[in-house]
């Protein structure tokens, strides 16, 4: 069976409540982050929420998972993610972070005004 040339269509998703993203944007640089979130913004209903996974510097394994495993992840901080968001068309930090139990892992909410 031959490929059809709608094989390359972009499926639109506008006025989602709830995107969100847990083990992904810990491998992109903030340029592509930035992209990703202004993606999501436009995405997004009014007061729909995103929620974004990433590691913490406090990450105890961090030296192993880089040297050993070659395993490298950009670790990011409260501050950081709020940086993000306030560089992002969301154009406003973070409006909760939260942690899991170990505390390694940080999920930063914001919610599109």
């Given at each position: 069976?031959?490929r059809?040339?709608?094989?390359?269509?972009c499926?639109?998703?506008r006025?989602q409540?709830l995107i969100?993203?847990?083990g992904?944007?810990?491998?992109?640089?903030?340029?592509?982050?930035?992209?990703?979130?202004n993606?999501i913004?436009?995405?997004?209903?009014?007061?729909?929420?995103?929620?974004l996974?990433?590691?913490?510097?406090?990450?105890?394994?961090?030296?192993?998972m880089?040297h050993?495993?070659?395993?490298?992840?950009?670790?990011?901080?409260?501050?950081?993610?709020?940086r993000?968001?306030?560089?992002?068309?969301?154009?406003?930090?973070?409006?909760?972070?939260?942690?899991?139990?170990?505390?390694?892992?940080?999920?930063?909410?914001?919610?599109?005004?």
């Open positions: 069976m031959g059809s040339d709608r094989s390359h269509e499926l639109e998703k006025d409540d969100y993203s847990i992904l944007i810990d491998y992109f640089n903030d340029d592509f982050v930035i992209r990703l979130l993606y913004h436009g995405a997004l209903a009014p007061g729909g929420k995103v929620i996974g990433n590691f913490h510097p406090r990450n105890p394994d961090k030296a192993l880089d050993v495993f070659d395993w490298r992840l950009i670790h990011r901080t409260e501050a950081d993610m709020d993000l968001f306030r560089a992002s068309a969301f154009q406003r930090a973070s409006t909760n972070v939260r942690f899991e139990e170990q505390g390694i892992n940080l999920f930063a909410e914001c919610v599109k005004q």
